[in-house]
């Protein structure tokens, strides 16, 4: 390691990535390229002789910018935010430099300190229930993405069932959720060995806006009890991926104790938490994306009823500033997890581990090793200060909604659908009436900084061509490369538009999720011209 060259080439890089985030607008958003465009433009072997910086940096601008979608791109609106800011790459720099591997205490004292410290603060800032702190049974850890936070507890809690009940209960173990909840919660049962029939994804609808009944739940419950089965876990989710549906907590954590043991809905926590409590389960609450939203006053209400969660993660790396990848997750009992994952070969034993004086994070975790993440974690907390991440979230949340204002009263819109039917009427086409007019309809509340919306018939008779319509302005907007848009399918959906309240099934629904780093109220303002004139061009071309 030479220090001249690594200063040198530091100040290179740094300015290379300060002038793509300078011209980062001047790419479009979503790449343009063909799947195996880069097969073509590398070498098929490796260097045999070293080469220039100047040679790797130019190939990254030729070859690889072109292959990126931009998502700390003001424009990009799709899935959910990843965030980045300086005290986030300044914390990643300096844990690459460090590079430790922090899989116990005594492989870097410093690297598992902090991180129960930072999950600390954070907790603070959640208004957590003390029994998440460090301090106690339970704390915090870093994993890297919300599914492994979610597979980790759920190992966890199947674990404990089994020492209690023995392996051949296993067959006999249910998990509750919403029909809203992630993805990530099958896969986690594919891996802990929960048969995919024993997944009950509970159906939701519009009277709760998508968030999961406490009386589903509780009606899933009593019927699997009575068939002999064992209900043991349940994930609530606050702010889910398709609508940011939020659960009632405290009703569904009181049904988990009798017995054996797109949108962003928000479940009734406290509801959910008193059902899972009363039959023995355990309960999870998943707000990987609005967790970051609820270190502010009002929104700390959308995770009510956490008191009674047995865990709880959220994703500092989608909306916190907070360089990928850095899901935190707190535990209330951090034996459970140990107990289920704890491995201990003889050339990892050592006298603080030994003396159980220390947390090892690798019997947190699935992996053995770890990078030292609470670091950029810090970085942010620090540099940025709790006030200024509020505002942060706030401004987000302001854009999201004064974009939904646009999407439910947008008069130019519905003035040009209806002289262009008026243009067809006057011609007799009165049998594609049906067919051409269409509404903008905001399809779900908005909560935080997420709109769903999309292009409906007024007349809802031809839903295939309506959704093949959404369809179309999906891929129009995206291939401009102005911005980046994702879309959801959503079964059962409450919209809003001139004509009232309806509820529809079936929609092809499109999502703008506002919380890049960079996103300013003009990158809406001009995302939704674009929709508006992609979505124009395709009426008039029908």
């Not at 991180?115 to 800032?125: G, P, R, S």
């Not at 962003?264 to 023995?280: C, F, H, Q, R, Y």
Request: aromatic share 10%; glycine share 4%.
């Amino acid at each position: 390691m030479d220090s001249e060259q690594l200063r040198e080439y530091g100040h290179r890089m740094v300015d290379f990535i300060a002038d793509y985030y300078k011209t980062i607008e001047n790419f479009p958003v979503l790449s343009q390229v063909q799947p195996g465009y880069l097969h073509n433009l590398l070498p098929e072997s490796a260097p045999e002789q070293p080469e220039t910086l100047e040679q790797v940096l130019d190939d990254v601008k030729e070859k690889i910018l072109p292959g990126v979608t931009h998502w700390q791109s003001p424009s990009f609106f799709a899935y959910y935010p990843a965030n980045s800011s300086v005290a986030g790459f300044l914390g990643e720099m300096l844990s690459a430099a460090l590079n430790i591997v922090g899989f116990s205490w005594v492989s870097s004292p410093a690297a598992t300190e902090l991180e129960m410290i930072v999950l600390d603060w954070f907790a603070k800032l959640l208004n957590l229930p003390e029994q998440f702190l460090s301090k106690g049974n339970g704390g915090g850890v870093i994993q890297g993405t919300a599914s492994e936070a979610i597979l980790v507890v759920m190992i966890a809690a199947r674990d404990k069932v089994l020492r209690s009940l023995g392996k051949k209960a296993l067959e006999k173990l249910v998990v509750y959720s919403s029909d809203q909840t992630h993805s990530s919660l099958l896969k986690a049962c594919q891996i802990a060995g929960i048969h995919l029939e024993n997944c009950r994804m509970l159906k939701t609808d519009s009277s709760t806006n998508y968030a999961l009944r406490p009386e589903s739940l509780q009606e899933a419950v009593s019927k699997d009890l009575e068939a002999g089965s064992i209900p043991f876990f349940l994930c609530a989710t606050v702010g889910t991926t398709s609508s940011t549906a939020v659960d009632p907590l405290a009703a569904l954590g009181k049904i988990a104790k009798v017995g054996t043991t797109s949108s962003t809905a928000v479940d009734p926590l406290a509801a959910l938490g008193k059902i899972a409590k009363s039959n023995e389960m355990w309960f999870h609450v998943d707000a990987a994306y609005a967790g970051s939203a609820c270190i502010c006053p009002e929104y700390r209400q959308y995770i009510d009823g956490v008191e009674t969660a047995d865990s709880f993660n959220m994703n500092a790396h989608k909306w916190f500033l907070t360089n990928f990848d850095c899901s935190l997750l707190w535990v209330k009992d951090r034996y459970a997890l140990t107990e289920a994952l704890s491995t201990n070969p003889e050339f990892l034993k050592n006298k603080a581990s030994q003396a159980n004086l220390v947390v090892d994070y690798k019997d947190w975790q699935i992996p053995l090793g770890r990078r030292f993440r609470s670091l950029k974690l810090w970085m942010v907390l620090r540099l940025y200060g709790a006030e200024t991440l509020k505002s942060y979230i706030r401004n987000h949340i302001k854009l999201a909604k004064d974009l939904q204002q646009l999407v439910s009263q947008d008069p130019n819109f519905e003035v040009s659908v209806k002289l262009m039917l008026q243009n067809l009427l006057e011609n007799d086409n009165k049998d594609i009436y049906n067919a051409f007019f269409f509404v903008w309809q905001v399809v779900t509340p908005r909560i935080f900084s997420l709109v769903c919306f999309r292009i409906a018939a007024v007349d809802n008779d031809d839903e295939k061509t309506c959704n093949n319509l959404n369809r179309s302005l999906l891929d129009a907007v995206n291939s401009s490369g102005k911005l980046f848009i994702s879309h959801t399918v959503s079964i059962y959906i409450y919209v809003f538009c001139f004509r009232g309240k309806q509820s529809l099934s079936g929609k092809f629904v499109l999502r703008l999720a506002i919380g890049a780093p960079l996103t300013e109220e003009k990158h809406v303002m001009d995302a939704w011209k674009v929709i508006q004139e992609e979505a124009s061009f395709l009426l008039a071309s029908q």
